[in-house]
């Protein structure tokens, strides 16, 4: 399956973001699907997870309460909405696929990912 991340950019602190990612190939709704950020100079770190028919997610406790994960099948897409956002969540944004793991928060467990987008917040 290929993935492609879309709908990073500049934003104020306390603005909003929608993050997408559209998947082609293979049968997307079988996949946990997650989006991880990683900051200059920082480890690839967890951000939210959904799971293959999207009724159960996981979040960071950096983010609980800001970010929403979400996807539509019939789309083939997930989306991550961003609000309140803080200087801090600045980083490169990646979305990816799980095939065998259930709403895992580790990298290892995902075996597609898509580019990356670039989210900036500045203060």
């Known amino acids: 399956v290929q993935l492609q991340a879309s709908g990073g950019g500049l934003v104020q602190a306390g603005g909003s973001l929608r993050l997408s990612c559209a998947a082609s190939?293979?049968?997307?709704?079988?996949?946990?699907m997650g989006w991880f950020r990683q900051a200059p100079g920082k480890e690839r770190e967890f951000v939210a997870t959904?799971?293959?028919?999207?009724?159960?997610?996981r979040y960071a406790d950096s983010v609980k309460g800001r970010f929403t994960i979400s996807r539509d099948n019939a789309k083939n897409t997930v989306y991550l909405q961003m609000s309140s956002l803080k200087p801090e969540d600045t980083a490169g944004y990646y979305c990816?696929?799980?095939?065998?793991?259930?709403?895992?928060?580790?990298?290892?467990?995902?075996?597609?990912w898509g580019q990356g987008t670039q989210v900036t917040v500045s203060s």
């Open positions: 959904i799971s293959p028919e999207g009724a159960s997610t």
């Open positions: 190939g293979r049968t997307f709704s079988g996949y946990t």
């Open positions: 990816a696929g799980a095939t065998y793991f259930y709403n895992s928060r580790s990298a290892y467990d995902y075996d597609y």
